[in-house]
């Protein structure tokens, strides 16, 4: 199982959160949320960030900003957190031109999420389920995850929403483990700015569960 931490901000930190061999980097390109990069760093330093695991989140954007943005940032991974239908996301993906793996989030609240739609396309190659909010992610809350359970989920995919090291182990419960872990505003000292050493500690945690 792999880590992601998402909503960095800081580049002495993410050098810190690659040395921990953390496997994806989130960057939030949405203006309205209090981690958004753009007002910390340049396109061109996320660019010059030596990861292959670069992820721009994205919500309710243009095709047009996201591939410009994918491309002067150097983007691996494009996570749309939005109200994006799947023509959008396949007019995206022919934008992208395979410059950048799309992940789809589906965001979870007391009912069960219809997933068909989203499985069958292959312009979608991870889905993402975080726990459903009007400010699209980083609350901090968890969603039931024996929801999960209850759904055929034929891609591979993200678990977020509230993950920390105090619910960890309730991964276990979970029949088909995610591919990775998302954590974001429960290893943070205020809004984008990380705690290193809470995450250090979440990483060895992981690890040693999943053993």
Same mark, same amino acid.
């Given at each position: 199982?792999?880590?992601? #931490? ?10 810190? /959160? ?38 721009? #989140? ?47 989030? /589906? ?45 055929? /989920? ?7 929403? &509230? ?28 809004? &984008?700015?990380?705690? #290193? ?11 040693? /569960?999943?053993?």
């Amino acid at each position: 199982m792999q880590l992601k #931490v998402c909503g960095l901000t800081n580049l002495s930190q993410i050098q810190e /959160i690659i040395d921990l061999n953390t496997d994806f980097l989130g960057f939030i390109f949405y203006p309205k949320s209090p981690r958004y990069v753009l007002n910390h760093l340049e396109l061109n330093e996320i660019s010059e960030i030596n990861h292959s695991g670069k992820v721009g #989140v994205f919500v309710n954007e243009s095709t047009e900003k996201i591939t410009e943005i994918t491309e002067k940032a150097n983007l691996n991974y494009i996570q749309l957190h939005g109200d994006e239908n799947l023509a959008f996301i396949e007019e995206l993906h022919q934008k992208l031109n395979s410059k950048a793996k799309i992940i789809k989030v /589906i965001r979870v609240g007391e009912e069960l999420p219809c997933l068909d739609e989203w499985q069958k396309s292959q312009a979608i190659d991870y889905l993402l389920f975080d726990t459903d909010s009007k400010h699209f992610g980083g609350t901090g809350k968890t969603f039931d995850w024996e929801i999960l359970n209850q759904l055929k /989920i034929e891609k591979p995919y993200f678990l977020s929403g &509230g993950i920390s090291n105090e619910n960890i182990n309730e991964i276990q419960i979970l029949k088909q483990k995610p591919t990775a872990l998302d954590i974001n505003s429960k290893f943070e000292i205020s809004a &984008g700015n990380k705690d #290193v050493k809470k995450i250090k500690e979440f990483k060895e945690r992981m690890d040693n /569960i999943l053993k």
